[in-house]
């Protein structure tokens, strides 16, 4: 092996390896397909860059950052490094500047997108290339599972055909076990040796509150907060400028950035962020994908992410330089059922039951009473230890939630989920469930007769809302079980059963829908 450390050191003037690059380079220069999978800012990109100087050819990099590609052919070019990009954002006589660059073997590393990759002649180019290895960056890109599929990556598959000798190295910073099926599949990797990176952020601190008074609740959490940089990460455009605006309304220096503003806008609000003159960027999921600003303190969300994978990343902005940064995510049933809504008018079937498979675990953290890490954790197949009072830095663990004597609410709702299984053929849902137990007055209850089973009505102490979170919160548990795709239906598992017989005492989490003293963020 050639002195891997010896490059790292002079050329990219590092001392160490971060965990995982020097095994993950290792392999790619034996020649194997690698699957690595590391954290924003674990270093993905060293893990191409440094072998590509290591063996004779082109690496091919796909990435689907334009604004990326330039930032970091600009900083191996000043390295010393051969490397170029092509995108749509070069002029002509440029880019034909860059090809007979190519041709003529110049360059070491090629930045490309993936849509240039199938344009006519491109087949012939990377052939004539030498190509020695392929790079796909942001890997997951090529799943629907994940939370940023495109289409254009499904096409790289037929680059295994085209240089079939080539050794794949796939990267991503998110990738579940579906996901990484897909990758796996889709990219045609072969026998790829997997790296897989932790992903706690041991200086993140994540918490949830309900919504109640967003605003003042920003507020409440910006005391004492006047030198800290954050993010407000909102569903809408509208809502963006609403917060910034309150904001700025009240003596923050506060922007908003999204993709409905120009791009001289979008530019400038960034810059001011990324030179600490703006502190609050109020921002969609448009904002923040490659920026690399290490000292934002805090994350809040405003509204309900769409997805876990999402969450993780736009909370993963914060503390990049390791100081300890806040997370707060804003809870509200209501913004569930908002994006409930939206989900049944997604069109495609395969889609639509993606969507709401990912809200279900978004809820599922929202309202879960255990620790955030090791929820967080546990999405992207990563234990966390429970023992010894938990991660110390999420709210469940610092203030655990306060509980109640929950058995006749559970006993009412196993037994309701118990009677319309067995009574209607195909199942029902947890909200006709709810509607059971409240004993409302619809349509399809009175077509089904289930006004007639005896759990009808007997569950009017509480309002649906809560009753859904009851429902929820036995579905953790393990007590019921909720079918996938189109009408998930409730069954009883073979616990719930059991406990339903059993009798015993269940002590249930207090919903965080219920009225109660409201606890606000303080600084640690
Ligand atoms: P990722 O793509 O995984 O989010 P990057 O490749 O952008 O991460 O790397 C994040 C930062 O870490 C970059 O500034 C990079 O130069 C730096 N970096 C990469 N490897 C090392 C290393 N071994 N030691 C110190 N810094 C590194
Ligand atoms: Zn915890």
């Known amino acids: 092996m050639p002195d891997l450390q010896l490059t790292l050191h002079t050329t990219f003037g590092y001392p160490e390896f971060r965990p995982l690059q020097r095994e993950i380079i290792e392999a790619s220069l034996a020649g194997r397909d690698v699957f690595a999978l590391l954290p924003t800012g674990g270093g993905k990109s060293m893990c191409y860059q440094l072998p590509a100087l290591h063996r004779p050819g082109l690496t091919v990099v796909v990435s689907p950052l334009i604004a990326l590609m330039k930032d970091q052919v600009d900083q191996l070019q000043a390295a010393g490094v051969a490397a170029t990009f092509l995108n749509s954002s070069l002029g002509s006589a440029e880019a034909r500047?860059?090809?007979?660059?190519?041709?003529?073997?110049?360059?070491?590393?090629?930045?490309?997108?993936?849509?240039?990759?199938?344009?006519?002649?491109?087949?012939?180019?990377?052939?004539?290339?030498?190509v020695a290895a392929l790079?796909?960056?942001?890997?997951?890109?090529?799943?629907?599972?994940?939370?940023?599929?495109?289409?254009?990556?499904?096409?790289?598959?037929?680059?295994?055909?085209?240089?079939?000798?080539?050794?794949?190295?796939?990267?991503?910073?998110?990738?579940?076990?579906?996901?990484?099926?897909?990758?796996?599949?889709?990219?045609?990797?072969?026998?790829?040796?997997?790296?897989?990176?932790?992903?706690?952020?041991?200086?993140?601190?994540?918490?949830?509150?309900?919504?109640?008074?967003?605003?003042?609740q920003i507020i409440v959490f910006l005391k004492n907060r006047d030198d800290e940089s954050g993010i407000v990460y909102c569903a809408t455009r509208a809502t963006t400028e609403r917060v910034a605006e309150a904001l700025a309304a009240r003596g923050f220096a506060a922007r908003a950035y999204h993709a409905g503003l120009t791009a001289e806008e979008r530019a400038r609000n960034q810059e001011l962020f990324l030179r600490d003159?703006?502190?609050?960027i109020c921002a969609t999921i448009a904002f923040g994908m490659g920026i690399n600003k290490p000292n934002v303190r805090w994350v809040i969300h405003y509204d309900l992410p769409k997805n876990i994978e999402g969450y993780y990343q736009e909370t993963g902005r914060a503390g990049r330089d390791g100081l300890p940064a806040d997370c707060l995510l804003l809870f509200s049933g209501g913004d569930a059922a908002k994006q409930t809504h939206f989900i049944d008018e997604i069109a495609d079937e395969h889609e639509r039951?993606?969507?709401?498979?990912?809200?279900?675990?978004?809820?599922?953290?929202?309202?879960?009473?255990g620790c955030r890490?090791?929820?967080?954790?546990?999405?992207?197949?990563?234990?966390?230890?429970?023992?010894?009072?938990?991660?110390?830095?999420?709210?469940?663990?610092?203030?655990?939630?306060?509980?109640?004597?929950?058995?006749?609410?559970?006993?009412?709702?196993?037994?309701?989920?118990?009677?319309?299984?067995?009574?209607?053929?195909?199942?029902?849902?947890?909200?006709?469930?709810?509607?059971?137990?409240?004993?409302?007055?619809?349509?399809?209850?009175?077509?089904?007769?289930?006004d007639r089973l005896s759990t009808y009505g007997i569950g009017q102490e509480l309002p649906r809302a809560q009753w859904a979170a009851v429902g929820r919160e036995l579905l953790r548990l393990g007590y019921a079980a909720q079918s996938e795709g189109e009408y998930p239906v409730l069954e009883l598992t073979a616990e719930g059963l059991e406990w339903l017989r059993s009798r015993k005492p269940l002590m249930l989490t207090k919903p965080m829908l219920l009225p109660k003293a409201r606890k606000v963020a303080t600084r640690r």
């Open 97 to 130: 500047s860059r090809l007979a660059g190519l041709h003529r073997g110049e360059w070491r590393l090629l930045y490309v997108a993936p849509e240039r990759l199938m344009l006519d002649g491109w087949q012939e180019n990377l052939r004539a290339w030498n």
């Open 373 to 450: 890490r090791r929820e967080l954790l546990g999405y992207f197949g990563e234990g966390f230890p429970a023992a010894g009072g938990g991660c110390g830095a999420c709210d469940n663990c610092l203030e655990p939630r306060e509980t109640y004597d929950g058995t006749v609410l559970a006993q009412k709702f196993l037994s309701c989920v118990y009677r319309a299984r067995q009574a209607s053929r195909f199942g029902v849902g947890l909200n006709h469930i709810v509607e059971i137990l409240t004993g409302a007055d619809t349509d399809k209850i009175r077509r089904w007769g289930h």
């Open 277 to 280: 003159e703006v502190k609050i």
């Open 135 to 216: 790079a796909i960056d942001e890997a997951h890109c090529v799943s629907e599972w994940g939370h940023d599929f495109r289409p254009e990556y499904r096409q790289l598959a037929a680059l295994r055909d085209l240089l079939p000798d080539v050794p794949v190295m796939a990267l991503t910073a998110t990738a579940t076990e579906r996901v990484r099926e897909d990758i796996v599949k889709h990219l045609r990797l072969r026998e790829p040796e997997l790296f897989v990176a932790s992903f706690n952020r041991p200086n993140l601190t994540y918490r949830v509150q309900p919504k109640d008074g967003p605003l003042q």
């Open 353 to 369: 039951n993606v969507a709401r498979a990912q809200l279900r675990q978004m809820l599922h953290y929202a309202e879960s009473a």
